[in-house]
């Protein structure tokens, strides 16, 4: 098949052109650099079922298509990144909503199959815990993080409206916290805790590190990614991540142990504004509906990172 990944030169993108070139398929990376980077998929340039194409999403324009997988945007909270969706405001609302829009349109028009990679973010600050598909959030509409967690929103009531407009093949995935080797240094926790430590530096924890997150492995959720759009059915909607639940503070000790660090916490700044409190997906429709679920331990994991980051 020839699929398009857009936002393939990115962390998770990038993983995914892997991992379905290992499949046997044609792929088409389209990604304009704005967060990813071409070292990602270096491994993959002399290899003549992958082609690289350096361009914005809302100007695609590929013939037979089989799937797109539409993966672009910055994915980063951090203010004080340059990675950050909250340093690219505008980029980020564009490439979820006319980024989206675009492409929902190419694959209608390609008999493509479509699927959006959404997010935990939808559910805000949330109420209802662990988070179900079934959950519609609580969300700022006019915050700091509104112009990911609005614009992935609107995200998916673009894919809905086509899907049950237009008849086009389409799904969502939610994906939740993730990590792994080639993630950027974009400012999300995971990477930060663990360069702190390699470096004997403080870990940074914002708030009083009691918030939770629930942390994924990447070729975890790529397998989650692929199988959602092979056996997912159309207009569905999947969580994807790992259901292990721990706190920041709990983040900051496992790394530390793993590493020999002698790194102590230091309390960096304030619980940003509408940070999520707690956040662990609810999995069960993934596991029934797509027989997936996560397998690596947050400790396995993490020990892949260290070494890959060592090295
Ligand atoms: P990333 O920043 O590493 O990758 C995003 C890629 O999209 C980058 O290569 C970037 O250059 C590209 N891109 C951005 N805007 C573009 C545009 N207009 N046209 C073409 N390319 C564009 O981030 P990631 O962590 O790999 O995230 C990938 C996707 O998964 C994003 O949609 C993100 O919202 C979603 N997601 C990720 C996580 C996570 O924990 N990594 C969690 C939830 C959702
Ligand atoms: N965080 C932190 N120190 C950092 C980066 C993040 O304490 O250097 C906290 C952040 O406030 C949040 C959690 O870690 O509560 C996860 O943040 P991340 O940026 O990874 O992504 P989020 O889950 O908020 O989208």
């Known amino acids: 098949m020839k699929i398009v990944v857009t936002g393939g030169a990115g962390f998770l993108g990038s993983h995914l052109c892997d991992k379905l070139l290992e499949l046997g398929h044609k792929v088409v990376c389209i990604d304009n650099l704005l967060t990813g980077s071409e070292k990602n998929i270096e491994g993959l340039k002399n290899n003549p079922n992958f082609k690289f194409i350096n361009q914005d999403v809302t100007e695609i324009n590929q013939d037979d298509i089989d799937q797109i997988y539409h993966l672009a945007s910055p994915a980063s909270p951090n203010k004080n990144n340059p990675k950050s969706y909250m340093s690219l405001p505008f980029e980020t609302m564009q490439v979820n909503s006319i980024g989206t829009w675009n492409l929902c349109e190419e694959a209608l028009k390609r008999g493509a199959k479509f699927l959006f990679a959404s997010t935990s973010e939808v559910y ?12 519609n959030g609580n969300v700022s509409t006019t915050g700091p993080r509104s112009v990911y967690d609005e614009s992935k929103r609107f995200g998916e009531t673009i894919v809905s409206s086509f899907i049950r407009h237009k ?3 389409g799904r969502i995935v939610r994906i939740f916290n993730t990590y792994g080797p080639r993630m950027p240094e974009d400012g999300r926790v995971v990477i930060e805790f663990v360069k702190a430590a390699l470096q004997n530096k403080p870990f940074p ?3 009083d590190g009691t918030q939770t997150r629930s942390f994924c492995y990447v070729l975890d959720l790529v397998e989650g990614i692929i199988a959602a759009m092979e056996k997912g059915s159309s207009g569905q909607i999947y969580n994807l991540g790992n259901p292990d639940e721990f706190t920041i503070l709990d983040l900051a000790q496992k790394i530390k142990e793993l590493t020999n660090s002698t790194s102590e916490i230091s309390f960096a700044d304030r619980l940003p504004q509408d940070d999520p409190k707690k956040r662990c997906p609810d999995i069960t429709k993934a596991r029934q509906s797509l027989g997936w679920e996560p397998k690596i331990s947050l400790e396995e994991g993490l020990q892949k990172l260290i070494a890959h980051l060592k090295r």
């Open 167 to 169: 008849n086009l093949d």
């Open 205 to 207: 924890v914002f708030g």
């Open 124 to 135: 805000g600050d949330p109420l209802e815990h662990p988070q179900k598909e079934t959950y």
